[in-house]
Nanobody, 117 residues
Framework: QVQLVESGGGLVQPGGSLRLSCTAS????????MAWYRQPPGNEREWVAV???????NYADFVKGRFTISRDKAKNTVYLQMNSLKPEDTAVYYC???????????WGQGTQVTVSS
């Protein structure tokens, strides 16, 4: 049974930082590219960042230079370090394979990030 568990979200002031974690189980996620996605309030889910099995990374323009994706294969965990947070970064953040659906259509519960003063 595949499982993706996101954590690390919370309420932070503009300019602050958070580090999100995603632990994957039920499949050998280490062989896949993994990504972070987010769903802002009232909007569709969007792609944020991706890391390949070889640790190459790429970012959406709206987070480039502020967010860093990484992975620890020994822990089956993917991270998202978010710095210089803006109110428009407020969203529920999810991790999954890239592209979506490589393993299954399953999504975890996500972790809420709220950027507000």
């Amino acid at each position: 049974q595949v499982q993706l568990v996101e954590s690390g979200g919370g309420l932070v002031q503009p300019g602050g930082s958070l580090r999100l974690s995603c632990t994957a189980s039920g499949s050998d996620y280490n062989i896949y590219a993994m990504a972070w996605y987010r769903q802002p309030p009232g909007n569709e889910r969007e792609w944020v960042a991706v890391i390949t099995s070889a640790n190459s990374t790429n970012y959406a323009d709206f987070v480039k230079g502020r967010f860093t994706i990484s992975r620890d294969k020994a822990k089956n965990t993917v991270y998202l370090q978010m710095n210089s947070l803006k109110p428009e970064d407020t969203a529920v953040y999810y991790c999954n394979t890239y592209p979506i659906g490589v393993v299954s259509d399953y999504w975890g519960q996500g972790t809420q990030v709220t950027v507000s003063s």
